[in-house]
């Protein structure tokens, strides 16, 4: 201890001549030291006491969970030209059944085909009165040569034309005869058919630009046509008449009899046709058809 210190900082004694003695003071320090245990006693038991009768309070912490990750399917590859069948996702619970709707009924409908009117010829009046003869079968097929100029009084070849173009199917063109100045309206030619075989025929249409003109149509056979029109070969077809028109058709009589040849006759030129000496006129046959007996 120092000089001045009354008291050991290590073991509690007091130095010589200070105030008590040595057993008081350790008595004192043991009394002291008593205390203290047991006032730590007594706060440890009220600390005790006191956490028995009084329960912490519970505190429930709520975590928010965060939603599940979303699955991503990824759809396998398709294949050009491979058939896939995509089946729909189908929700778990009970499906529920569409109401059922009455189906329309579409009333069948029958397509109306529209019907092709039939064409029908007008028949020609017969210049012999009445109806002309109904048109029946197509009209006899020619040869290119089977039409020549008849002409049993050697008129001039050169005041004819050409007879294949009465036959030729063409109605802009057709044969002509000259009409003689001298003796007009006369005339003593006519245009020939070699039918080539012996056929039975019911009637004849003649196509003119020369109407007015009088015919006359006969019929024969034999190797060739007679030579004149008076030859009693010559069988008459049809009576001596005046071409009205330019289109008519003519019914033959004689029906039931074959012929190899036939003439149609002109013996007269209409008065439009009759020329002058510097001019003369021309009558035409433009078409000339033979029609079959049937």
Known sequence: MALSQDWCLQCGAGAP???GSPGWRSAATILIATALLALGAAAAGYAALSKKSHKPATVTATVAQAPPPAVTTTPAPITPGT???????LPSTTAVKPPKIPLATTPAVTPTVPTTPTATTPTTPSTTGGAGASTGPE?????????????PYNYPAAEFGDPSLAIDGDTSTGWTAQVEPATAPKMAE????????????????????????TVQLYGANGKTAPASITDPAWVPLSHSQVV??????????????????????????PAAAVGTPEA???????????FPAG
Do not use: C
């Open 280 to 290: 003369p006129g021309h009558v035409s046959i433009n078409e000339l058809e033979l």
């Open 83 to 89: 058939p896939t069948t995509i089946k729909p996702l």
């Open 190 to 213: 006519g245009l020939l058919i070699d039918l080539k075989a012996r056929k039975k025929l019911a009637a004849v249409k003649l196509i003119t630009t020369s109407p007015g003109m």
């Open 139 to 151: 009209a006899i097929l020619l040869d290119t040569n089977a039409a020549s100029t008849y002409n």
């Open 244 to 269: 009205a028109k330019k289109h008519i058709r003519i019914k033959l009589r004689n029906s039931k009899k074959a012929f190899t040849f036939v003439t149609l006759w002109i013996s007269q030129a």
């Open 17 to 19: 001549g200070s105030i």
